[in-house]
Every structure is written in structure tokens, then in C-alpha cells.
């Protein structure tokens, strides 16, 4: 029931296209014997049936403008080429503190960042 409950909370802000492992990875580790670099690797995963139902529906909602996914898609692809390549090799408390790091800065941008 854990897990399911994590799903489902991570599918809501995936859907809403924040990141599900925002949810999924840090509570994989938190609620689970999961390392960082299993939770990554479930996170990824289960991403691709979450995002092809969102896409869906935001595709129907018609909240896609293609030419800009296009170049977003290829950089993505390259970065995660790199990214995944750098994320085997390193060590998996180093990762772990560096995926925090990253979580607090997108929290603290949240909060005090003006968004139009």
C-alpha cells in the first residue's frame, strides 16, 4: 500500500509536469531499503507510462507547442546521455547529497522567485 500511495502522489505532480521524483525518489529512499541510484532507476522507469498518459492529456488540451519540445527533446537527450554516464560512476553518498542539494535550490526558487 506504501508504494501504491507513493505512485500516486508522484503521478499527480508529474501530471501536473513538476517531476514525479521529486516525490518518488526522495520517498523511495525515505520508505523503502532502496540506494539513490535503485530509486533513480525505478524513478526512470516509471516516468514513461506517467508521462505518456500526461501527455496525453495536455496533447488533447492542446498545451504542446512542438517546435520547442523539439530542441528541448534533443538537449534532454544529450544531457541525459551525460547525466546517466556521470551518475554510475559516482559515489552513491556523493549523489545522494548532490540530488539534495538540488531539491533544496528548486524549493528556495519556488519561494522566493517571482513567476509571471
Do not use: D, R, W
Not at 23 to 31: G, K, M, N, T
Amino acid at each position: 500500500m506504501k508504494l501504491f500511495i507513493i505512485g500516486f502522489f508522484s503521478g499527480i505532480v508529474s501530471g501536473m509536469g513538476i517531476g514525479g521524483g521529486t516525490i518518488l525518489i526522495p520517498s523511495l529512499i525515505l520508505f523503502t531499503q532502496l540506494t539513490q541510484k535503485q530509486a533513480q532507476g525505478i524513478n526512470l522507469i516509471v516516468f514513461i507510462p506517467i508521462s505518456i498518459v500526461a501527455l496525453i492529456v495536455h496533447y488533447i488540451n492542446k498545451n504542446i507547442e512542438f517546435k520547442l519540445a523539439f530542441l528541448i527533446i534533443i538537449g534532454g537527450i544529450i544531457g541525459a546521455l551525460i547525466g546517466s554516464s556521470i551518475a554510475i560512476k559516482i559515489n552513491p553518498s556523493l549523489l545522494k547529497k548532490l540530488f539534495s542539494i538540488l531539491l533544496l535550490c528548486i524549493g528556495i526558487s519556488e519561494l522566493f522567485i517571482k513567476k509571471e
